[in-house]
RNA sequence: UGGGGUGUCGUCAAGUGGUAAGACACGGGCCUUUGGAGCCCGCAUUCGGAGGUUCGAAUCCUCCCACCCCAGCCA
């Protein structure tokens, strides 16, 4: 327990759990859950809860239930409940035989229910939405008793089981609990606890036409599953005096609720709203495109389970509202995959190199090493020939200070293979553009070491051109230009905080011949580049298609800024 | 005086009366066949503010200030 203490940093939450063990309140036991809402895809503050739920109850010896928390049958869907799963177990976690729906629970519910109608401490109004709404009061001022709250027991037991057969319309009537419409916290002004909605729903079909809202369906489930601690977000510190009522009153099992600051990330927006507008507008491809924050997105991104599992780990717990920089989760997928992702070469914008001193037909394969991280990942030969492609940006014609690649009369080292140098440049009559570099190699070069000593300044990737494989790259960016972006995008478009280049398709790009065999989702390290994934969607043999997960740390991109500021 | 929360480095975040961890970011250096990786150094005399208690306070008390959440038959 030491090791894993020392992994898992203290927080507020665990130094309760170790109190709750050392007074035994739960007889030792710690029994989480991750209770998502099926009507959206999971993101990156989903996976801060599971970390979480899951990561307690492996630390402290207990359980974890994954539990939909189905009471809205108006917005939730079976694609969605796939999904979540699907997701999860991809984060790497594992509930077990313990999935659970609450909608399990209906009956339980509507006992319960029943339970504090004999008891006068719930009733069926008849208000509507609205004049619920106008009785309910408001922050300041008190609220007013409905008309029917004075209704007998033997009235309310009627109505409430003809609102279960189907007798009253949607709207027409709700069971509320009796608690004090003055209450100053307003979740405690007699909340509505079953609504009428002829809906049918994922799970129980058309068995049901009233449906227990949240605050009626939680805190039971949590305890009708022997859950100990309940973990949710800040927004439902309100709800556990609610919470702790109902169960109280029902005089059953009462776990404790314990609230925690939901996850934000700059230059994203987390909000499921937020989430779903990006899609139906058409911003991006859908919930799994790689811009999405959502766990389908970062999949098809490139990211590895264990670096969104590292950053949410490393990211802590509190209660303060806070906004984690996104460079951060990007630090941690470069970490991860430069231990694990294999070293290979792309050019994403080729320039045609021809080495003028190189026989015409000769081929020579070149080793070259997979990981330089890790000697066990052995090398591989890569073919180099007479014609070559380099990336346009390792050419300048008028190179400045700083800038020490290639360029007319200077040396440089090929990966692996040459010190090649650049002798003449060659433009394309009407538009300037270079078009082909003429340059030679230096035949005591091989490897890439001179036997003189002369050293070189940059060691460039290249592609044989007569082996090159051709493919699809598309580079993402963030979503947003803008740092705070949940602010920016609300009541307003998009459209002025979206980062109009979050995504550059390139389709004539150039790699290696060992690409060949590349399998959709496979993760690799274009040298000097980024670290790309084969797209596990669109990608075919003959015509792969990578998408760019993170870029490596770029010192020659960052004074390049810092020059033109 | 509606209620409930939160305030420690640019951003996260430890710290629970004994004299401010760590990470990211940032800046500088070393090293280098990835301007990658790695390594080294720097980066809060101060904990929202003001008082007070104490030998000693980010930690205790008082007052103040700022920000977040709540008026769904959403979760």
């Known amino acids: 327990m030491n090791e894993k203490e020392s992994k898992s940093p203290s927080n507020f939450i665990r130094s309760i759990i170790e109190e709750d063990l050392r007074t035994g309140r739960w007889e030792g036991r710690v029994h989480t859950r991750f209770p998502p809402e099926p009507n959206g895809f999971l993101h990156i503050g989903h996976a801060k809860s599971i970390c979480l739920n899951f990561g307690i109850a492996a630390d402290y010896n207990g359980l ?25 177990r991809w984060l790497g976690f594992d509930w077990g035989d313990r999935l659970y729906y609450a909608s399990d629970y209906f009956e339980q519910l509507y006992e319960y229910a029943l339970k504090l109608i004999r008891d006068g401490k719930a009733y069926v109004d008849d208000l509507s939405a609205e004049q619920i709404r106008q009785y309910r009061g408001t922050l300041k001022e008190p609220g007013r008793e409905s008309p029917y709250r004075n209704r007998s027991v033997e009235e309310n037991l009627d109505l409430f089981e003809r609102m279960r057969a189907g007798e009253f319309e949607e709207g027409s009537k709700v069971l509320r609990a009796r608690i004090d419409m003055a209450a100053p916290n307003l979740n405690l002004r007699d909340p509505v606890m079953y609504r009428v909605l002829y809906a049918t729903h994922p799970r129980t079909g058309d068995r049901w036409c009233i449906y227990p809202t949240y605050d009626f369906t939680h805190g039971q489930s949590d305890s009708i599953e022997g859950i100990t601690h309940s973990l949710c977000t800040l927004e439902f510190e309100d709800h556990r005096p609610l919470y702790d009522w109902f169960l109280d009153n029902l005089e059953i099992y009462h776990p404790r609720q314990i609230e925690f600051a939901r996850l934000n990330l700059t230059r994203t927006v987390m909000s499921k709203r937020k989430l779903l507008r990006l899609v139906e507008e058409g911003h991006v491809s859908g919930w799994d495109d790689p811009r999405m924050p959502t766990l389908s997105g970062l999949r098809r991104r490139g990211y590895t389970p264990e670096s969104i599992r590292n950053f949410c780990e490393r990211i802590g717990i509190s209660k303060k509202d806070s906004t984690v920089d996104i460079a951060f989760l990007e630090h941690c997928v470069r970490e991860d995959l430069n231990r694990r992702a294999p070293r290979v070469m792309a050019v994403l914008r080729p320039l045609r190199v021809v080495l003028e001193n190189y026989p015409e037909d000769r081929v020579e394969e070149l080793e070259a090493v997979n990981n330089p991280e890790d000697e066990a990942m052995g090398t591989r030969k890569v073919p180099f020939s007479k014609v070559l492609y380099i990336e346009r940006d390792d050419f300048m014609e008028e190179p400045p200070k700083k800038f020490y690649r290639l360029a007319p009369g200077r040396e440089v080292r090929l990966r692996y293979a040459y010190y090649v140098k650049c002798n003449d440049v060659i433009k394309d009559e009407n538009t300037g553009q270079v078009v082909e570099l003429r340059c030679t190699y230096d035949p005591e070069t091989r490897g890439g070491w001179a036997p003189d000593g002369r050293k070189v300044k940059a060691t460039l990737h290249w592609v044989s051109a007569r082996h090159a494989l051709s493919a699809e790259v598309r580079l993402y960016d963030h979503l947003f230009a803008s740092d705070h972006p949940e602010e920016a995008a609300d009541g307003t478009d998009f459209g002025s905080v979206l980062n109009p280049d979050s995504l550059e398709t390139l389709t004539d ?23 790309f994934c084969v797209d596990p969607l669109d990608s075919r043999p003959g015509r792969l298609v990578f998408n760019r997960t993170v870029t490596l740390r770029d010192t020659w991109a960052k004074i390049r800024k810092a020059g033109k500021k």
Do not use: H, W
């Open 64 to 88: 974890c239930n994954l539990r939909f928390d189905d009471t809205n049958p108006l917005k939730e869907e079976q694609t969605y409940i796939d999904a979540i799963m699907e997701d999860v």
């Open 509 to 531: 790009c150039k790699l290696e011949p060992s690409l060949e065999s590349a399998k959709p989702g496979d993760r690799l390290q274009f040298e000097r580049l980024g670290y």
